[in-house]
């Protein structure tokens, strides 16, 4: 039986105020992060507006120190834009939304790549009916109308070695070999899972009070898995809605060498901050085979990853952790 490290609560910070909370002033608040996202603000805005309807809302983008004129863009369309001065990551763009947004009942976190479709605002929201629903994934589709596989499964060794032995597509035909939720059964139907993709996810007002500011450490990548992770420690359930549909055009982490890396490096950090360091470096050995299989089949982004887990001064620098072959 092995010894497991205690979840940490990165920042304790709760959004929660001192006393009894007052009655929510707006229905439901928007948290977008951007970096250099020109091209995508029209359509998110237009669909976004659209899908938001009649419910009271109030949106703020956080802005990672873009070079383009999304900044301008956003003013332009009377958006409340949080200027971070430097590139500070994701986690940190939610949380400086999140502390803006304080009054609202729920809160809309989007990438600004998303397309909202019509009426997936309202299904979000429906799902929060339910008490126990802390997090609300949508059904996400390509922008060519192709599926999403948003809905993930827990890390754990059996599926990290899966996924390095027999290849991603393969593994995905197995529950327990695979994190990634394949069966298109699956996504026809309401249904609680381990965690959603956080290119959008709906929180309600009370699981952001209760499990307070996402990790900023992770800077990109595994900050939602352990977000979901926090709150389904405190007792929320994380649910798919399919009848809430957006698009997504993402899926540029794995073919870039530093996204990859941090993609990678950033698994192993959550499975380790959970799990014993025997464990951990299972999972660890698990992940770099997985990476020199697809280096060697030809992925200079993999092999990239490959050197970042296996010499800790070359992982990208925004995730802090060159110091230890098992970071933390």
């Known amino acids: ?85 430097a590139n500070l990551g994701y986690s940190a763009g939610i949380n400086a939304g999140l502390r803006r947004l304080t009054d609202t009942r729920a809160v809309l976190i989007l990438n600004p790549d998303m397309k909202l479709g019509p009426g997936s605002v309202s299904e979000l929201m429906a799902a929060l009916d339910d008490p126990r629903v802390g997090i609300v994934a949508p059904q996400s589709r ?28 393969h593994a995905q035909r197995f529950a327990a070999l695979s994190e990634f939720v394949a069966d298109e059964q699956s996504y026809l139907h309401p249904r609680n899972i381990d965690w959603g993709v956080g290119a959008m996810l709906l929180l309600s007002r009370d699981c952001i009070d209760a499990v307070g500011e996402w990790d900023e450490s992770f800077f990109l990548y595994s900050e939602e898995t352990d977000y979901c992770q926090r709150a389904r420690r405190m007792g929320f359930v994380v649910r798919y809605q399919p009848s809430a549909v957006a698009f997504h055009e993402g899926g ?38 997985n990476e020199c299989t697809r280096g060697l ?8 990853a490959a050197a970042a887990l296996l010499f800790p001064t070359r992982r990208p620098p925004e995730i802090s952790c060159s110091t230890s072959l098992l970071p933390r």
């Open 1 to 85: 039986m092995h010894t497991t490290t205690p979840v940490p609560e990165p920042n304790p910070t709760s959004f929660a105020p001192s006393g009894s909370r007052q009655p929510a002033a707006v229905d439901i608040g928007v948290a977008i992060v951007t970096y250099n996202s020109a091209e995508h603000i029209p359509d998110l805005v237009r669909t976004l507006r659209d899908a938001l309807g009649e419910f009271t809302h109030r949106i703020v983008v956080a802005d990672n120190d873009s070079s383009d004129d999304s900044v301008e863009q956003l003013k332009a369309a009377g958006i409340e834009v949080v200027e971070m001065g």
């Open 297 to 304: 089949g030809g992925n200079r982004a993999a092999r990239t």
């Open 252 to 289: 540029g982490g794995v073919h870039n060498p530093r996204l990859r890396s941090m993609m990678v490096v950033n698994k192993v950090r959550l499975y380790r901050r959970r799990h014993s360091a025997v464990r951990s470096f299972l999972f660890w050995t698990a992940e770099l085979l």
């Open 142 to 169: 390509s922008y060519d109308g192709s599926l999403g596989l948003n809905q993930r499964r827990d890390p754990s060794l059996l599926r990290a070695f899966g996924t390095s032995l027999l290849g991603g597509r």
